[in-house]
Structure formats: structure tokens, C-alpha cells
């Protein structure tokens, strides 16, 4: 079956420190894989996608590539910030005859920043 | 702005009882979905609707139903609450065209089955 793995949290880091949130996956198919965050009280959020291997998806300063070889889609930021604490969640989406979108999510990840 | 919009925020209901949470999107897309959010285990397909009309079961649909009403708006009922229904819930929406278009997601509906 299609699944998502991601490393267990919660996380906490000192502000300004490198981030890497690890995400596995398995699937029959293509997936598109996708990152998104939800902020205390909130939905969630699209953080940033990659629809094919070798991709590379950015925003906010995370980074994630796709890389089919390992079936991972690690996400990263360089220097991280209070803004940043939230819950993170990694996603896979299979193509869909009926263009729905089915997505199949992570348990989610919790990441504290620290000042 | 609003986007979706989710009521209620917050419900307390006994076992046995019934309630329809509401979900409506002003972004004019064509699928809607409801999730579930528990500790521990992300979120989980409940139902969705690829366009108006259609309605199909997700990975966890029993226990519920959904109405598609129109466009706009996609309903969650619980005809006979449980505990094991104390969840998160929240609705997401999406537009259907070329490309991989981001489900837009509500605030969430805290809802707890005593």
C-alpha cells in the first residue's frame, strides 16, 4: 500500500540551528510528494512540492528534494527561527483518473525553535 | 479572504448523538475532502468529492456520511456518536486542472464524543 514515514518528534532546536526532518515513502506508481506545516490552532498549510524525482521544492528558506533512488523526500532549512515552531507533515499524492486529489499523510512531525 | 470555512470550532457531544459539522469553500474549486487528525497518526481521509454530485469513501469513512450540497459546500455527519470519533476534523479543498493545484485546508473543527 501507499505510505509515509516520517522521523518521530518532537524536535526542538536553538534558534538559528540546521534543520532536517527525515520523510520515507511507499507507493505503487508516481507519487508528487509535498510539505506542509500547520501553525498552533490552524489548518494546515502547503510549504513547499516536488511532482517528479530530482525535483527540488523551496519556500520560506526549507528545501526538499525528491529522490526516488532512496524513496525520500527530506526536508531542510539552514538557520531556523522561533516563527518556525510548528507541526510538519510530509505527504504523497498518486495521479488520479477523477482528479481528486488523495493525499496520504505522515503522522506529522512537531519542531520547537528555541530563542 | 476567507477561503474554507469550517463551523463549528469546538462541539461536545454524549455517545449516541448526532451532529453535521459544516464545511464551505469560496475559492470555486471542484473537490472537497474531510480528514480526521488524531495524535500520532497525521491525517486521514474520511470522504471526498471529486465534483459536485459525487461523493466516495476514504480510508476511514465508517461511522459517517456526507452531502455534497453545491459547489461551495461539503458536509460531515455523524449519525450516532462515538468515542472513538473525540478527533480533529477538518475539511480541505482543491481545483482540478493541469498541474498539481495544493488542497486548501480549514481551521478545524475539536470535536469530543463523551
Known amino acids: 500500500g501507499n505510505s509515509v514515514t516520517q522521523m518521530e518528534g518532537p524536535v526542538t532546536l536553538s534558534e538559528e540551528a540546521f534543520l532536517t526532518i527525515n520523510c520515507t515513502y511507499t507507493?505503487?506508481?508516481?507519487?508528487?510528494l509535498f510539505w506542509y506545516v500547520q501553525y498552533p490552532g490552524e489548518g494546515l498549510q502547503l510549504l513547499l512540492k516536488?511532482?517528479?524525482?530530482?525535483d527540488k521544492g523551496s519556500n520560506k528558506g526549507f528545501e526538499a528534494t525528491y529522490r526516488k533512488e532512496t524513496t525520500s523526500f527530506h526536508l531542510e532549512k539552514g538557520s531556523v527561527q522561533v516563527s518556525d515552531s510548528a507541526v510538519y507533515f510530509c505527504?504523497?499524492?498518486?495521479?488520479?483518473?477523477?482528479?481528486?486529489?488523495?493525499?496520504?499523510f505522515g503522522q506529522g512531525t512537531r519542531l520547537t525553535i528555541n530563542p | 479572504n476567507a477561503g474554507v470555512t469550517q463551523t463549528p470550532k469546538f462541539q461536545v457531544l454524549k455517545t449516541g448523538q448526532s451532529m453535521t459539522l459544516q464545511c464551505a469553500q469560496d475559492?470555486?474549486?471542484?473537490?472537497m475532502y474531510w480528514y480526521r487528525q488524531d495524535p500520532g497518526m497525521g491525517l486521514r481521509l474520511i470522504y471526498y468529492?471529486?465534483?459536485?454530485?459525487?461523493?466516495d469513501k476514504g480510508e476511514v469513512p465508517n461511522g459517517y456520511n456526507v452531502s455534497r450540497l453545491n459547489k461551495r459546500e461539503f458536509s460531515l455527519r455523524l449519525e450516532s456518536a462515538a468515542p472513538s470519533q473525540t478527533s480533529v476534523y477538518f475539511c480541505?479543498?482543491?481545483?482540478?486542472?493541469?498541474?498539481?493545484?495544493?488542497?486548501?485546508f480549514g481551521d478545524g473543527t475539536r470535536l469530543s464524543i463523551l
Open positions: 480541505a479543498s482543491s481545483l482540478v486542472k493541469a498541474g498539481n493545484q495544493p488542497q486548501h
Open positions: 507507493a505503487t506508481g508516481y507519487p508528487s
Open positions: 516536488a511532482t517528479k524525482a530530482d
Open positions: 505527504a504523497l499524492r498518486l495521479p488520479s483518473i477523477q482528479g481528486a486529489q488523495k493525499l496520504v
Open positions: 475559492m470555486n474549486h471542484n473537490s
Open positions: 468529492s471529486a465534483s459536485e454530485g459525487t461523493t
